[in-house]
């Protein structure tokens, strides 16, 4: 997962030349310069997208099959657990219950690893080099868009904050519902025969509707978090485009190391000011995968608690976990699936 992370950074600096190529012919152009000047730097422009797409491309596929092998381990191990758990033990949890973390909740780790992660990286990596390469053009420039960067982190951390404590609640009643549902399917017969169906639906739509307040909660706080996120970064932006265009009216010489701002320099900083708050969006955007991931890695890992009781024998017999084999490319599990299996594709 690193190794692709890297990867998904590296594309995002590749932004840097294509920028600093589309500035330039842009200021050519302004400068009379004829097609002939302008077709070099569209052909590097071209060749780096390419390059930034085949990197995306090649860094997810490496990520995905890491995160998919390394689900594939937390399920075995609480899969392991769960059946070599003894029948008396009062901590086993409810079969649906368990169901629920181990077919919906789990996959909330598969985004959490995928996306959270490779977003860190490129928060760490990205906004320092962008102000690097702003920085010989305007100092005010880059001590707008370095004084703008901090607000972001500060207010998703005290919004992440609950929505942690939103997800974890409403994974759990998740759980709860799924297993209150299959405990009554499995004893229907007697709930028909002593008349308590009625009761049982009553008591599954309450469950239901809380499930719904805990969801409806959870959307607030993403909500949130996505208006402050783009408030603080339009700012951010507007602020650094407002500078540079009075710069180049001449309204305003500071801030520019002595020499005004050319054309060039100008459209430069303005290319890399969005690209500035980008991985900083994404990664405030990851946080709620990062909650929910969280919330179910704590789940599938209370599955898999070495202190619960076991049957005798049952932990020399149980085979010991392996990881999950990363997934096979589309074309050779097309051509090595059965009749059956690619019809359900």
Not at 69 to 92: F, Q, Y
Not at 245 to 260: D, I, K, N, T
Request: glycine share 8%; aromatic share 6%.
């Amino acid at each position: 997962m690193r190794r692709g992370a890297l990867l998904q950074a590296l594309a995002g600096l590749l932004w840097l030349p294509q920028a600093a190529l589309l500035a330039l012919a842009v200021a050519r152009l302004a400068e009379g310069g004829g097609l002939a000047e302008m077709l070099w730097p569209a052909g590097l422009v071209a060749l780096l997208g390419l390059a930034r797409a085949g990197l995306e491309a090649r860094g997810g596929r490496i990520a995905f099959a890491a995160a998919r092998a390394l689900l594939g381990t937390l399920r075995a191990e609480a899969l392991t657990a769960l059946a070599t758990r003894s029948p008396l033990d009062a901590t086993r949890p409810a079969s649906g219950a368990a169901a629920s973390v181990l077919a919906e909740q789990a996959e909330a780790v598969l985004p959490y690893l995928l996306r959270f992660r490779a977003a860190r990286l490129r928060a760490t990596l990205l906004p320092p080099l962008i102000l690097l390469a702003i920085l010989p053009f305007s100092w005010l420039a880059a001590l707008a868009l370095l004084l703008a960067a901090p607000l972001i982190p500060l207010f998703m951390a005290l919004i992440g904050l609950r929505a942690k404590a939103a997800s974890e609640a409403r994974l759990l009643e998740l759980g709860g519902m799924n297993g209150f549902l299959l405990d009554r399917l499995r004893g229907l017969a007697s709930i028909r025969a002593l008349g308590a169906v009625e009761a049982t639906a009553t008591r599954l739509r309450a469950q239901a509707e809380s499930l719904r307040e805990r969801s409806m909660a959870v959307l607030r706080i993403a909500f949130l978090s996505s208006a402050v996120m783009e408030l603080f970064s339009a700012l951010g932006v507007a602020l650094v485009a407002v500078y540079v265009g009075f710069h180049l009216l001449g309204q305003l010489e500071a801030g520019s190391w002595g020499a005004p701002l050319s054309l060039g320099g100008g459209l430069f900083i303005l290319l890399l000011a969005p690209a500035f708050f980008e991985p900083l969006r994404e990664m405030c955007a990851a946080r709620h995968d990062r909650a929910a991931g969280e919330a179910a890695l704590g789940a599938l890992r209370a599955l898999a608690a070495p202190d619960a009781l076991a049957l005798p024998g049952a932990l020399e017999a149980a085979p010991a976990p392996r990881p999950a084999p990363p997934p096979p490319s589309w074309p050779r599990a097309c051509a090595s699936a059965t009749p059956a299996r690619r019809a359900i594709r």
